[in-house]
């Protein structure tokens, strides 16, 4: 079973940047597609980007294309997520997310994340 621990998120000023990351462990990290959903509050919970296994496939939803960048470090068993350009509209919890199944968009996983607080300010 996998494990999944984020952090990077925090308070940031529309238009800045910040980086989440997602450590993996308790499983063979590179065999999972890895992603990111996010959950603003009284909002259902939206997928936001994935990347494939081998890292060669990557999938974004249309509002975060040309401002977010998913990567991963299969050494390092960790994904990433640079966010730049941010709008307050991005304000939510941001939740890793890792499924053996590629698909696009995801509308699940198969392990979670207990997710991290991004805030952006107007």
């Known amino acids: 079973q996998v494990q999944l621990v984020e952090s990077g998120g925090g308070l940031v000023q529309a238009g800045g940047s910040l980086r989440l990351f997602c450590a993996a462990s308790?499983?063979?990290?590179?065999?999972?597609?890895m992603g990111w959903f996010r959950q603003a509050p009284g909002k259902e919970r939206e997928f936001v980007a994935a990347?494939?296994?081998?890292?060669?496939?990557?999938y974004y939803v249309d509002s975060v294309k040309g401002r977010f960048t998913i990567s991963r470090d299969n050494v390092k068993n960790t994904v990433y997520l640079q966010m730049n350009s941010l709008k307050p509209e991005d304000t939510a919890v941001y939740y890793c997310?890792?499924?053996?199944?590629?698909?696009?968009?995801?509308?699940?996983?198969?392990?979670w994340g207990q997710g991290t607080q991004v805030t952006v300010s107007s």
């Open positions: 308790r499983g063979t990290f590179s065999r999972y597609a």
């Open positions: 990347r494939s296994w081998g890292g060669d496939s990557t």
């Open positions: 997310a890792a499924r053996l199944r590629w698909t696009t968009p995801w509308d699940t996983a198969d392990y």
